[in-house]
């Protein structure tokens, strides 16, 4: 590819809006202005264009991602002063890693929430925080309740700690974004199928394209269809995705994308099993044992269109600039996780659907520069997001009469009556109970790293957002008008020392907060006049490259705390979890190659965790017996670690172990808490992998190899717990071109 040079022919000019390329030229003349100032004082410079046509994608280097735009800006992950854990394709590849929530299990201190009052989607927790509100695609909030997919991931970013000045509204666990794969200049493709047990069918495709030589203009398509059913009795999923991206201007100055995510899902939702009264652990029935209906649903459809700009004025000086407007819609029938076997009644975790729209624009602009001896990295921006949502539940009014429910069955059993009136499953939404979100929110952020001496490194960040929202409701939970606001305005500070004695080390101090508003995530109401959520993180750490930088090796001490902590049940009343909570932990972590054929990744997270203050139900406090307790799903332990070796250049071999610690749940209420027990758990998986001539490959994966009985999710307050898969086999072919 020619390279060509981007010149600015005065002190006095930047790049002009007239030499973008299509819908580039609005967004970047509208854009440029803040960045003139800084620009006027740079002198006359070439940048020579980024020669991005390699054999492969960029990111191809096996477990040790080395990179990261988690931070707003492309860095090596060794200079971010924060615990961060990536996790590249090619771990998710090779586990046969299909959804967002097995991929994250590769994540230590993660643990999973099961469908908390009917909530549809991912749900987890991060040091024992809860995180399905820290969800971003791309840098971009991405909070919506469904089940995400792995067909279009280049990596996962992690990013641990109070990441609100980065953000804006966030948590104290941390973030977990979602690097989308993105165009290149090498012709390049493959094709997936995969067929195993309980039957799984699954197939994708990645084609990479060059347009134009001469734009360096490129388009990415990646495609899935998904249909597979459990070990678990009747519970089943079909998904069909597809996630196509043009990019103009690669490596050049002036990168220019358009991208749109299609994921449509249909699912027979699973809610667990319960609990034994007396030993207060899960009832001993079969794994395979279901507690709903073959007419239960979990119907999602997501829709994201994303325009993306970069825009280089030199070597030091950039612009990102983003717009996306997604579309969510989601509807669940299902039915909860129950303590007896056989019944004949139904269990119903309030049927609900939602129709959400969002628009999102954000603008950050970096630069790199020095005064006198001190050389600075500085990044500032503005964002706006707007939020509409509506959501509502499904009429399930008792007709007080029994009939059969044709076609309903479970577990080889028919349930004998059908409380509603409309029928199961139906889809007529309860006048009542409409609700509706409207929220705008706006945020302007800088922040500076300064090498003030050799090796010496100190970051400061501030971040103001604005939240005005309103909330409208037929019900009365929100008072006698139906309707209320919040209006939040909060500052969030990012800092951080770092002293890299040489190439390879990092040593680094940091503290963040955040704050969270209230209400859009969690209950159907405006908060109660509680203040915001407000956490903190106090985080002291270590990173090493090793092996000439093929292995990354971290470890970190933190405290991480929490203010006013929101419950995340919608059908709760319990408004407050806790007043105050912390979580004390230590991390190791390591990613990479050992040699040319040898591939680890793994962690360890040990979490002590205590609520110091207990919360409120509505204005009553929470049972005094709280204060003091470890919060709920929230394990002394995990571990993770898969390995592959590859014996010959056509054969390799791997395999590894997930382990969570015991866990409690408990309802929150005046109540003394009901305490039930999670037990704890290791999951062995393996894989085998033969490659034919660098286009064909073949590869076996066993899914829980032993074979054990394990409860992955947890509802946290308490009904139910949800077991992960029994032994499971899957066959993979993968042809490249």
């Known amino acids: 590819m020619e390279k060509r040079n981007i010149k600015k022919t005065s002190k006095n000019s930047v790049a002009k809006p007239g030499h973008l390329h299509g819908i580039g030229a609005a967004v970047a003349a509208m854009l440029m202005a803040p960045a003139v100032s800084m620009a006027q004082a740079e002198e006359t410079k070439v940048l020579n264009q980024i020669d991005v046509k390699s054999t492969y994608e960029q990111g191809a280097v ?91 991931l280049e990596q996962i970013d992690v990013l641990r700690g109070s990441g609100s000045m980065l953000f804006g509204r966030g948590q104290a666990g941390g973030v977990i974004n979602q690097v989308s794969k993105t165009p290149f ?75 749109h995510y299609y994921l449509k899902t249909n699912n027979v939702p699973d809610y667990g ?108 921006g503005v964002e706006y997001l707007k939020e509409n949502l509506n959501r509502w539940t499904y009429d399930r009014t008792a007709n007080g009469a029994c009939g059969g429910v044709s076609g309903n069955t479970v577990s080889g059993y028919s349930l004998t009556c059908d409380p509603f009136l409309y029928g199961y499953g139906n889809q007529r939404k309860d006048p009542s109970s409409l609700f509706g979100y409207k929220g705008n929110s706006y945020a302007a952020y800088i922040q500076d790293m300064v090498e003030f001496s050799r090796g010496w490194k100190l970051l400061g960040g501030v971040r103001q957002d604005w939240l005005r929202a309103d909330y409208s409701t037929t019900g009365t939970s929100l008072g006698s008008t139906n309707q209320a606001n919040v209006n939040f305005s909060e500052k969030s500070y990012r800092s951080g020392l770092t002293y890299q004695p040489n190439e390879m080390t990092t040593y680094y101090l ?101 609520i110091d203050e207990r919360g409120y139900s509505s204005t009553g406090r929470h049972h005094s017996s709280i ?45 003394a808490p009901d305490i039930k027990n999670v037990p704890s758990y290791v999951r062995f998986d393996a894989m085998a992998q033969y490659d034919i001539k660098n286009e064909y490959t073949i590869k076996l994966n066993i899914q829980n190899l032993m074979n054990k009985t394990i409860y992955e999710s947890a509802y946290e307050n308490g009904g139910f717990v949800v077991p992960g898969t029994k032994r499971a086999f899957q066959l993979t072919g993968i042809y490249k071109f």
């Open 510 to 610: 940091a503290w963040n907060d955040s704050f969270n508003a209230t209400a859009d995530l969690y209950q159907l109401s405006a908060g109660s006049g509680y203040p915001a959520e407000r956490s903190s993180t106090t985080e002291v750490g270590a990173k090493w490259d090793l092996y000439d930088g093929d292995l990354s090796v971290r470890t970190a001490l933190y405290r991480a705390s929490k203010e006013w902590e929101r419950n995340t049940d919608l059908e709760s009343t319990g408004s407050i979890n806790a007043k105050k909570r912390h979580t004390d932990g230590v991390e190791f972590e390591f990613a990479g190659r050992i040699g040319s054929s040898w591939e680890i990744f793994g962690g360890l997270a040990l979490m002590d965790a205590k």
């Open 627 to 671: 204060d003091g307790m470890t919060p709920r799903n929230t394990p002394k332990y995990t571990y993770n670690l898969w390995t592959t070796y590859r014996v010959d250049p056509q054969f390799k071999v791997g395999g590894g172990a997930t382990a969570v610690g015991r866990r409690i749940i408990y309802g929150l209420s005046g109540n």
């Open 273 to 380: 099993i319960g609990f034994n009264s007396t030993t207060r652990l899960p009832v001993n029935v079969s794994a395979k044992q279901f507690s709903g209906t073959t007419a239960d649903y979990e119907d999602n459809v997501t829709n994201m269109t994303t325009i993306a700009q970069e825009y280089t004025f030199d070597a030091d000086t950039k612009l990102n600039t983003k717009l996306r407007k997604s579309n969510y819609t989601r509807a669940l029938w299902s039915n909860k996780g129950r303590s007896s076997y056989p019944y004949s009644t139904l269990a119903l975790a309030s049927p609900r659907g939602a129709e959400e729209d969002t628009y999102a624009f954000q603008s950050d602009f970096s630069k790199k520069f020095a005064t006198g001896t001190f050389k600075h990295e500085l990044l500032m």
């Open 185 to 259: 200049m090498t012709d390049k493709g493959n094709v997936t199928a995969t067929v195993g047990s309980y039957d799984y069918y699954r197939s994708t495709t990645d084609i990479n394209k060059v347009i134009d030589e001469a734009s360096s203009t490129a388009i990415r398509i990646n495609a899935m269809v998904h249909d597979a059913k459990s070990s678990r009795d009747v519970v089943s999923s079909q998904r069909e995705g597809l996630a196509p991206t043009i990019t103009w201007g690669i490596g050049t100055a002036n990168q220019i994308s358009i991208g």
């Open 62 to 152: 096996g477990y040790n991602s080395s990179t990261t735009t988690v931070g707003k800006t492309t860095q090596a992950v060794k200079d971010i002063p924060q615990a961060i854990t990536i996790v590249p394709k090619e771990l998710i590849q090779d586990k046969n890693n299909d959804n967002l929530k097995d991929a994250l299990r590769n994540v230590a201190g993660m643990t999973f929430n099961a469908g908390e009052g009917g909530r549809i989607g991912d749900n987890m927790n991060l040091r024992g925080f809860y995180s399905f509100g820290d969800l971003y695609s791309d840098g971009i909030r991405d909070t919506a309740q469904y089940n995400r997919e792995t067909f279009n």
